[in-house]
């Protein structure tokens, strides 16, 4: 039989018991592991990992704690089935969780970010953060919005709304404003939603069964590794890299695998900063319509564009209307208002509106209205141009001082808008290291891993925009350089074993 052995980061910062069981959790997720394999007996890992047969111990202890595993004198280490299963038991317990609560629990415990700063050192520069920066929210043009609608329809305003596909004048804003890059839109094609993320749910809800193939641009927002693994669905990572997505792979794994939907991030990839240019737009399309597969496109920052024209999105291109676009106010407006929507054919939106329903019988009303008068206003297109203005001048900042300053041999991405760029380093673990090298020196950036399906070391890191001013760019790449400069000095350790 096939030992599955972990393979561990020995700088990294997660204790190495913590890895070891974060490794047979993502086995066991993934189907590489099922019910009744026996783990490897502890003395096998602690020889082949060089660690103590104690830090296995507590690795498995984890596991068992977890309702994973079950340890018996004789037979080992075996998986267990999920307690929800037929036969499992007589009588599910109270606390008994549904399959997508375990999932999304598991997930949610092993999604580690930036490493924090240890305790006293000062801030050099925060590259972490994805969220904007809410010092620029213009709060008192919010206020005022919220205080016209309340005032011109407030009672109704606080009822039910009963539009359950979202406030009729607010999709035929969503639509207009997205004109340049989606022409044909229309305020019947759009479907309101809680934010993008309730948005990418409710697309896997309607579409998908767990045991169906999502083809995903790899690396992948992390949140979407969650929901698939919550939704039970196989994933299959296909590269997104300086050249472009891997286009005969991706062919290559809807054929294989006959893929139920492919989602990416076609502009400003998260986390690279990457936007697949034109051409493979086309390309792109032109394969799926080959094997017939739905595309799930998340445009989730893409009015945030510093410069070049706006590309077409995937569904404005898709002859067979078999694209949906994810949408968000959360990036270039205010997260809290968790108002995002999805654009497609109404023949998709009628059985997602119908599941959504269910789900939280509509978005806010409220916030809908003072969204349209917010932009009735002229507020949200002043606040958006100066963002982009900033954004503007911090991308190139970070361009001058990465030129400047980092060794041969790693790279930055140079985005046309958004708030992300991706440093790369020449080996896998760099990633990863690097994070915890700059955090040590005051800088905050996402290591790679976190972006990978499989958690593995990574290459590069995420530098976010939002919270780094122009000062705090350069400084911030003064430290990433020189420890990029330590880290080609000396080899990786620690990563012997497959
Ligand atoms: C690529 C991507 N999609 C979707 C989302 C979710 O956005 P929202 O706040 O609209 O739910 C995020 C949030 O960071 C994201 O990075």
Redesign the pocket.
């Known amino acids: 039989m096939h030992v599955l052995l972990p393979e561990l980061d020995r700088e990294a910062r997660a204790p190495l018991a913590a890895q070891i069981a974060g490794f047979y959790v993502r086995a066991i997720d993934e189907g590489r592991m099922r019910v009744g394999d026996r783990l490897p007996p502890i003395r096998t890992i602690a020889s082949a990992c060089d660690v103590t047969r104690a830090t296995v111990q507590d690795a498995y202890k984890q596991l068992a704690d977890q309702g994973l595993v079950e340890g018996a004198v004789g037979r080992g280490t075996t998986v267990l089935p999920q307690k929800h299963a037929a036969g499992a038991g007589p009588v599910a317990s109270a606390r008994t969780l549904s399959p997508y609560a375990e999932a999304a629990l598991r997930r949610s415990q092993d999604m580690v970010g930036a490493p924090p700063l240890p305790p006293g050192t000062p801030l050099v520069a925060n590259f972490a953060e ?2 904007p920066d809410a010092e620029r929210f213009p709060v008192d043009a919010w206020r005022g919005a919220m205080d016209a609608v309340l005032q011109q329809r407030g009672a109704e305003l606080l009822g039910y709304g009963y539009a359950h596909n979202g406030l009729p004048e607010l999709r035929a804003m969503l639509a207009e404003r997205s004109r340049e890059i989606d022409p044909t839109l229309t305020g019947d094609d759009v479907l309101v939603t ?7 749910d409710l697309v896997l809800r309607t579409f998908c069964a767990g045991g169906d193939t999502v083809v995903v641009a790899a690396p992948c ?1 992390h ?2 590794h969650g929901l698939l693994r919550a939704h039970g669905l196989n994933v299959v990572p296909v590269p997104f890299t300086a050249q472009g997505l891997d286009l005969a792979q991706l062919e290559r794994a809807l054929v294989r695998r006959q893929a139920r939907l492919v989602y990416l ?1 076609p502009t400003f ?2 986390p690279t900063g990457r936007t697949l240019d034109l051409a493979q737009r086309r390309a792109l399309l032109e394969i799926v319509g080959r094997t017939g597969t739905p595309i799930v496109e ?1 445009e ?2 893409t009015s945030l564009r510093t410069r070049g024209e706006p590309l077409p999105t995937l569904r404005s291109l898709d002859p067979r209307g078999l694209t949906v676009t ?1 949408s ?4 270039d407006l205010f ?1 809290g208002l ?3 929507w999805i654009a497609g054919s109404q023949d998709l939106l009628r059985p997602m509106a119908a599941v959504k329903r269910f789900m939280d019988l509509e978005t806010s009303p409220l916030l809908q209205a003072a969204l349209v008068e917010f932009v009735r206003n002229g507020h949200f297109d002043r606040y958006l141009t100066a963002l982009r203005g900033e954004l503007r001048l911090r991308h190139a900042a970070l361009q001058d001082a990465c030129r400047a300053q980092l060794p041969a041999g790693c790279s930055v991405t140079d985005p046309d808008g958004g708030f992300v760029a991706w440093l790369e380093l020449p080996e896998p673990g760099h990633g990863e290291r690097l994070a915890d090298l700059a955090a040590d020196r005051g800088v905050r950036v996402v290591p790679g891993r976190l972006f990978d399906l499989h958690g593995l070391p990574s290459r590069g890191v995420r530098l976010s925009l939002t919270r780094a001013d122009r000062q705090q760019i350069h400084n911030g790449v003064a430290v990433l350089a020189a420890q990029c400069r330590a880290l080609l000095a000396a080899p990786v350790p620690g990563r012997a074993f497959v």
Do not use: C, E, F, W
């Open positions: 994805l969220a809680a934010g993008a993320q309730q948005a990418l927002y949140q979407m991030t990839h998260n998340d989730y920052q994810v968000t106010v959360s990036k997260p968790r108002i995002g």
